[in-house]
T-cell receptor, first 112, second 117 residues
C-alpha cells in the first residue's frame, strides 16, 4: 500500500518567517495531495490541495508544490502568524483514488 | 464549515462499560471513516465504509465495531471498554472519486476524546 513520510515532526519559527513542511509518497499512481490543518480541540480541516496535473498551487500565504518525478510535495507558509500554530497533515490518495493515507503530522509553533 | 457531527465530545467511563460514539453527516457523502488519534498526533484509520451496509477494517487493528445502516450515520461501538482504548476518535466523510465537485476531500468532525478509567 501507499506510504507517506512527513518532515519535520516539529517546527518552530518566528512570526513573519516562512515555514516549509515536506512529504514523500510511494505510489506512483497517486494523483491527489491534500494538506490538512488541525487546531487544538478540533478535527483536521482541508487548507489546500494539489492534483498531479499541476506543479504548484497558491492561496494567499500558503502554497503547495509537487514533484511527481521525485514523489514529493511540500507546504509553504509565508509571513507566518501565531494563528498558523497547529498540527499539519499531508495526505495522498492511492488505490485509484479510493483510499487516502495521511502523513504522521508536523506540529508548527509560530513564536511571537 | 463541514456538516459532520460527533457526540459526545468528551467521555469518561469505567472499565468494562459498553459505549457508542456517534457520527452523523448531512452532506450526503457515501464514504465515511473512523480514525484513532493518539497524543503523538498520527491519524490511524480503524474503520471505513463505502456506503450503506458496507464496513471495512482500516490499517490499525481495533476492538471496536461499526455499522452503516443509514447513509448519514456511522456509529462506533466498544462492547467492553478498557484503559487501552483511551484516545481521541475522529470521524470523517467524503464523496467518492468521480462524483464531481470536491471529490475525495475528507471532512472531519471535531472528535470524541475518550478516557477509560
Amino acid at each position: 500500500g501507499e506510504n507517506v513520510e512527513q518532515h519535520p515532526s516539529t517546527l518552530s519559527v518566528q512570526e513573519g518567517d516562512s515555514a516549509v513542511i515536506k512529504c514523500t509518497y510511494s505510489d506512483s499512481a497517486s494523483n491527489y495531495f491534500p494538506w490538512y490543518k488541525q487546531e487544538l480541540g478540533k478535527g483536521p480541516q482541508l487548507i489546500i490541495d494539489i492534483r498531479s496535473n499541476v506543479g504548484e498551487k497558491k492561496d494567499q500565504r500558503i502554497a503547495v508544490t509537487l514533484n511527481k518525478t521525485a514523489k514529493h510535495f511540500s507546504l509553504h507558509i509565508t509571513e507566518t502568524q501565531p494563528e498558523d500554530s497547529a498540527v499539519y497533515f499531508c495526505a495522498s490518495n492511492y488505490n485509484y483514488g479510493q483510499n487516502f493515507v495521511f502523513g504522521p503530522g508536523t506540529r508548527l509553533s509560530v513564536l511571537p | 464549515e463541514a456538516d459532520i457531527y460527533q457526540t459526545p465530545r468528551y467521555l469518561v467511563i469505567g472499565t468494562g462499560k459498553k459505549i457508542t460514539l456517534e457520527c452523523s453527516q448531512t452532506m450526503g457523502h457515501d464514504k465515511m471513516y473512523w480514525y484513532q488519534q493518539d497524543p503523538g498526533m498520527e491519524l490511524h484509520l480503524i474503520h471505513y465504509s463505502y456506503g450503506v451496509n458496507s464496513t471495512e477494517k482500516g490499517d490499525l487493528s481495533s476492538e471496536s465495531t461499526v455499522s452503516r445502516i443509514r447513509t448519514e450515520h456511522f456509529p462506533l461501538t466498544l462492547e467492553s471498554a478498557r484503559p487501552s482504548h483511551t484516545s481521541q476518535y475522529l470521524c470523517a466523510s467524503s464523496n467518492s472519486p468521480g462524483a464531481g465537485g470536491l471529490r475525495g476531500i475528507q471532512y472531519f468532525g471535531a472528535g470524541t476524546r475518550l478516557s477509560v478509567l
